[in-house]
């Protein structure tokens, strides 16, 4: 289907809980969220319906994102009834890694064919400041059972964020070098608890290119500018949606855990889909792909949502 804008939106995102075993400073407050009634967040089989009905309207990929979606009671099942579904060509969930020890083979056997590991440092100390409660090790151990699983074409997804991981970039690059995983930067959005920050915060993703220079271009995928080490197993991605926004390419939706489809991730709009079944919620879910907004403001604004990262999605 397409939107207003005559781009082809066939990627949902779709957030299974606001909830997360860490505390990421630009994600969360440290205290964390106030924890809803199971009756303010969607059911399985409510999830699982809404997933559907986009299908009807042309989703070829769904994400799952929370939070930390692992957290959430029942993810497996739902993996099974969203792999179940025809026309879905692809399952990917993004998580934090810390709890893939126990469900990386769990998930692979439901069906998810690809995972996004959130890392964004290599260093014990930095870790668990940054998460305020994790340990670099969990998500290590998670690495190592997802390779085991069969999950081996890994991305990693680190926020880039001057004077806390921008002297860690090559050592994140170097990564790709031995393993066939992508290494990719994500521009630090003004957004939630970050949106106050230093401006040195913020980097380009540029900032990659000019410390490692010999990373070759290769042929972009989706929202991430591509390159690759001479000789390398992997590559590395850029995704810049502050610097070199790409909105005119972008082909996603989200659903939030709470019921309500999100064109962008940083606009303000909303439409309510808890409640709607059969024609009405196809009707929902087509209303919020047309009004799909035709860019963001981060260039000139911080974010317009009111939400922070974990009530939307990542």
Known sequence: MRDSCGRTIDYLRLSVTDLCNYRCQYCMPPEGVEKRLHSDILSIEELAEIAAAAVRCGVKKIRLTGGEPLVRRGLVDLCRMLRAIPGLAELCLTTN??????LARPLRDAGVDRLNISLD???PDRFAAMTRR???QDVLDG???AEAAGFYDLKFDTVLIGGFNDDEIEDFVELSRNHPW???FIELMPMGPCAGWDRSCFLPGSTVLERVPELEPL????VARRYKLPGAAGTVGLISPVSHDFCADCR???VTSDGKLKGCLHSREEVPLRGLHGEALVNAIRQGIRQKPERHHLAERPSDTPRNMNQIGG
């Open 121 to 123: 440092t290599l260093r």
């Open 252 to 254: 996603r939706v989200r």
């Open 97 to 102: 890694g810390s709890l893939l020890p126990q």
């Open 143 to 145: 690495i190592q059972a």
């Open 182 to 184: 992508e290494m990719r």
């Open 134 to 136: 994790g340990t670099l």
């Open 219 to 222: 042929e972009a995928q989706g």
